[in-house]
C-alpha cells in the first residue's frame, strides 16, 4: 500500500481524538467580534501556521519523527527516549491557556490510546508507559510524528499532514459557530494550502530543536484563555 493512502487515516477529520470539541480560543475571538467572516478567519489561520501551532505542534512533529525515523529508540534510556519526552513536555508547559493545555493533554492521550491499537507494531505503548510512570503529559504532535516515521514517510509530509488537519480542524469550528458557510470553508482551506507546504518546508529545512519551539501569536493566546471567561460556551477551549 502507498504512504498516502496508509496515512490518510491520520488525516481524517473524524479520526477519533476528541479534536472536535476544542476551537483553542477561535471562540472566543468570534463571541467577541474579531473574526466574522472568511477573511478574519483567514489571517486567524495563517498566523498560526506560520507562527503559531506550526512554530510549537509542527516542530514536536519534526522533531518525533526525526527520532523515530533515526532509530533513537533502540533502547530503554536513550537519548532519543529523553529527547521525545522533553518535546512532550515543551509542547505541553508552552500553552500559556489552561483549557488549550489541558485540551492538549486530552487529545494527545486519545491519540495515543488509538494509535496504540489501530497501529500495535509501532511501539507507542512506550509513550503509554511514560505518561503512566509521570514522565510525560501526552501529546498529539508526537504520537503524529512517531506513527508517520513508523508508516516510513518522510518528515515534510509529517508536518505538513499535521498542520493541514489543523487548519480543517479550525474551520470546521469556523462553520459550527457559523462563521463560514461550506464553499466558503472549502475556498479557505484551499487558500492555506501553500501557507502549509511552504510553513512545513521551512521547519524541515531549518531543523529546530526542541528548545526552539515557540508561539508568536500573542492574541490567540489571550483568546485561549480568555475563552473559560465566556457567558456561554460551544467548545472546551
Do not use: N
Amino acid at each position: 500500500m502507498r504512504l498516502e493512502l496508509r496515512g490518510l487515516p491520520l488525516l481524517d477529520s473524524a479520526f477519533p481524538t476528541g479534536a472536535f470539541a476544542h476551537s483553542f480560543g477561535l471562540e472566543t475571538a468570534v463571541r467577541e467580534g474579531r473574526v466574522s467572516g472568511p477573511g478574519e478567519l483567514r489571517r486567524w489561520l495563517e498566523a498560526s501556521v506560520w507562527a503559531g501551532t506550526g512554530r510549537t505542534d509542527g516542530v514536536g512533529v519534526f522533531c518525533a519523527h526525526a527520532v523515530v525515523s533515526g532509530g533513537g529508540l533502540t533502547s530503554p534510556g536513550s537519548l532519543g527516549e529523553e529527547r521525545l519526552q522533553e518535546v512532550d513536555r515543551r509542547l505541553t508547559l508552552i500553552r500559556l491557556a489552561r483549557e488549550s493545555r489541558e485540551g492538549s493533554v486530552k487529545i494527545g492521550r486519545r491519540y495515543v490510546r488509538l494509535a496504540e491499537a489501530v497501529y500495535p507494531e509501532a511501539g507507542i505503548e512506550r509513550y503509554r508507559r511514560w505518561i503512566e510512570e509521570g514522565g510525560c503529559f501526552g501529546q498529539a504532535p508526537v504520537v503524529h510524528g512517531w506513527l508517520w516515521a513508523h508508516l516510513g514517510g518522510g518528515a515534510e509530509d509529517a508536518v505538513a499532514g499535521y498542520l493541514y488537519a489543523g487548519v480543517v480542524g479550525v474551520v470546521q469550528c469556523a462553520l459550527r459557530l457559523s462563521v463560514v458557510g461550506q464553499t466558503d470553508a472549502q475556498r479557505t482551506i484551499r487558500d492555506l494550502l501553500p501557507d502549509v507546504e511552504a510553513a512545513a518546508g521551512e521547519i524541515v529545512r531549518l531543523r529546530p530543536e526542541p528548545w526552539q519551539m515557540g508561539a508568536a501569536c500573542v492574541f490567540q493566546e489571550v483568546a485561549g484563555i480568555r475563552h473559560e471567561t465566556l457567558y456561554s460556551r460551544l467548545f472546551m477551549s
